[in-house]
């Protein structure tokens, strides 16, 4: 069993930073993926970023590339998205999850969720 406890997340204008943090015990999950995704009100959830977590690889969906950085501290268990020149679009629940199996694009493919935390970009 893994747990999954994000943070970060708040109210930020337009153009303005946050880096939301997602804290993980129990399991050792050297052979995941860790991927943040999101959803927005009346939308699907939507794939963000990946990381390997042993190798440190990184997948962005095309929406977030070149704004956002996803990276890991193993010693911390903490895996982090830093959101740079946010947009309104950007607004949504951002979740933390654990890969399972399969393609780190797919949210099937992951296990293990955090509860979330609500991002909000104002115009």
């Known amino acids: 069993q893994v747990q999954l406890v994000e943070s970060g997340g708040g109210l930020v204008q337009a153009g303005g930073s946050l880096r939301l943090s997602c804290a993980a015990s129990?399991?050792?999950?050297?052979?995941?993926?860790m991927g943040w995704f999101r959803q927005a009100p009346g939308k699907e959830r939507e794939f963000v970023a990946a990381?390997?977590?042993?190798?440190?690889?990184?997948y962005y969906a095309d929406s977030v590339k070149g704004r956002f950085t996803i990276s890991r501290d193993k010693a911390k268990n903490t895996v982090y998205l830093e959101m740079n020149s946010l947009k309104p679009e950007d607004t949504a629940v951002y979740y933390c999850?654990?890969?399972?199996?399969?393609?780190?694009?797919?949210?099937?493919?992951?296990?293990?969720w955090g509860q979330g935390t609500q991002v909000t970009v104002s115009s």
């Open positions: 990381i390997n977590w042993s190798g440190g690889s990184t």
């Open positions: 999850a654990a890969h399972y199996s399969g393609s780190p694009y797919y949210s099937s493919s992951y296990r293990y």
């Open positions: 129990g399991r050792t999950f050297s052979s995941y993926y």
